[in-house]
């Protein structure tokens, strides 16, 4: 296999105030640096906070390379096609127009049976019929008999970069400070460690897909985070994931090299994946309380909701007003505690153009204008505005891939 080489290239009245409340009128931000030539190997805040780069955990190099493995497995057939180059160009091209329907397709992409296996700690599928007419007409057009459906050329070309990066920045102390288990007590007694340890890690990750699913899986098989706890991962997503991320998810719990190497994450039931087809911005109050509080079904963990590279398509697909009910409405179902972790592209590639002028703002401060306008809503207690994800050119993987920069802001439910 080829090395890796990096590049450089760029329901209280509380709740239910903040579920009817109308986003404010926007003023122009003050300008701000942001993702410049000084923010490239930044090492810290200008204020002296310490930086995501300095707070990461870093996944052992041998649990990178395990991950990168996962995907070599399951996405075999598209990793081995001559037709592979021909499908990532399709999808770049309507990344590039920022056709996000077409981009990722709209109908379920076949697949193994298997990765659809419902049942406690597998994967389930919940469907809706919310796609439209003109989102199905903007799909990439494949011929399914020879090409390679766009989710897996998707998975296999730019999930592996993003899931090593997630993997390190949910395993980080400043992550991990905030998102911990919540023990039920008995009896009113103190819950012991072996009883904490049982209580499952709980994500919801909206716009999630395979990435996502590699980093939460990759806790459960570590000992800084998830060592012997469940994991309970909730993916929503417009795009139909069910197949690659059933198919990852098989490549983690099953021995592999003919039975030879045991399963990253075992047992099986230690793993399980959710996946709700549907449009986040669609969702009503009701919904969306259910998703994010989760109700017995969490088992008293703390959750953390994750925006993966997803609050600059949501800006783009649904426009300010419907970001902003949205994020209006997740902060409405959030119970106290509820950990929302934002990673994004930074710099001018997360700016967002409002209003008949086309006036540009930062995401960051989009996000900021909306979830902390209210005080009694969330605190934010971590942001860097630009980060580098370098990988180790020891690595191996059959195509190659590239390092990745973000941005990433922290907040804790008040």
């Known amino acids: 296999m080829p090395k890796l080489r990096g590049t450089q290239s760029a329901g209280s009245a509380k709740n239910s105030r903040l579920a ?22 930044r090492a810290a805040d200008t204020d002296g906070k310490k930086s995501v780069s300095d707070q990461q955990k870093a996944v052992t190099h041998n649990f990178q390379q395990e991950m990168l493995d996962v995907f070599g497995r399951a996405l075999a057939p598209a990793l081995t096609s001559p037709r592979l180059n021909e499908a990532l160009q399709a999808v770049k091209q309507a990344l590039f127009e920022r056709d996000f329907a077409g981009a ?54 730019w999930s592996p970069t993003r899931a090593l990066c997630y993997a390190s920045v949910l395993a980080s102390p400043v992550v ?27 994500m919801v990750a909206i716009g ?4 996502e699913t590699v980093a939460f899986g990759t806790l459960l098989t ?21 197949s690659v991320v059933g ?26 994946v959710d996946i709700r087809q549907r449009d986040i911005l669609k969702m009503d109050d009701e919904d969306m309380g259910k998703l994010i509080g989760g109700g017995d079904a969490t088992g008293g963990a703390t959750t953390l ?18 970001a902003a009910t949205f994020l209006l409405r997740l902060t409405a179902a959030s119970p106290s505690g509820t950990v929302l972790l934002v990673v994004d592209s930074p710099g001018s590639y997360a700016e967002m153009a409002v209003g008949a002028q086309a006036r540009k703002y930062p995401m960051r401060w989009l996000l900021d204008k909306f979830l902390l306008q209210d005080a009694e809503a969330w605190n934010k207690v971590h942001e860097d505005e630009a980060v580098w994800f ?25």
């Open 20 to 41: 009817a409340h109308k986003p404010p009128n926007l003023k122009a931000p003050r300008p701000q640096p942001i993702g410049g030539a000084n923010n490239k190997t």
């Open 247 to 272: 198919r990852l998810r098989t490549s983690m719990v099953e021995p592999s090299v003919g039975g030879r190497k045991p399963a990253l994450v075992a047992p099986t039931e230690r793993f399980g």
């Open 390 to 414: 370098r990988l180790s050119p020891s690595l191996s993987y059959p195509i190659r891939l590239e390092d990745m920069r973000y941005q990433m802001h922290l907040y804790v439910r008040k």
């Open 305 to 322: 909701v994750s925006l993966f590279f997803t609050l600059n398509e949501l800006f783009t697909a649904g426009g300010l007003g419907a």
């Open 176 to 202: 991990q400070e905030h998102w911990k288990a919540v023990p039920r007590p008995e009896d009113g007694r103190p819950t012991g460690e072996t009883e904490e340890k049982k209580t499952p890690l709980r």
């Open 104 to 157: 990722f397709g709209t109908v379920d992409d076949g697949g193994n049976d298997d990765s659809k296996a419902g049942g406690a700690g597998g994967v389930t599928d919940e469907k809706t019929d919310e796609k439209t007419d003109e989102n199905k007409a903007k799909s990439v057009s494949f011929d399914m008999d020879n090409a390679i459906p766009p989710l897996d050329a998707y998975a296999a070309r």
């Open 222 to 242: 570590s000992n800084e985070a998830g060592h012997d706890r469940n994991g309970d991962l909730v993916l929503v997503d417009s795009g139909p994931w069910a």
């Open 208 to 211: 999630g897909g395979a990435a």
